[in-house]
């Protein structure tokens, strides 16, 4: 039987996080190209200065032709992709796909379709 501190210690919850792949960076540069004429000026993948858990390494600026500023940030937590306005620090909205989350900025590619495997 183990004791209290040993079944602590035995038993690590480690929490399961997004990370920003190469898919994700070939979505963005097609989602990016698609949304010059719709405002969209730049976006870029960054590294994280602070490490936090449960959330991804890297994180996506997204700028607007509104504003010199970045307007956006996307990074995962968990499971999901959050969406940040990056001006005023408000969350957006948390999506289930990288995608998800760059068409509620800008809509400009179509959706992409889940493949479900036959079973």
Known sequence: ???TNEASSACQILPFQLEILPHHRDYLSR?????????LCDADVFSSTEKRAGSSSEYVVVWVRETADPAYKIFSLGNKWV???AIRENSLGQFSSFAD????IRPVLPRQEKIVAAG
């Open 1 to 3: 039987m183990l004791h």
């Open 31 to 39: 989602w990016l190209e698609a949304g010059l004429p719709m405002g």
């Open 83 to 85: 969406v940040v306005d």
């Open 101 to 104: 989350a760059l068409l509620m």
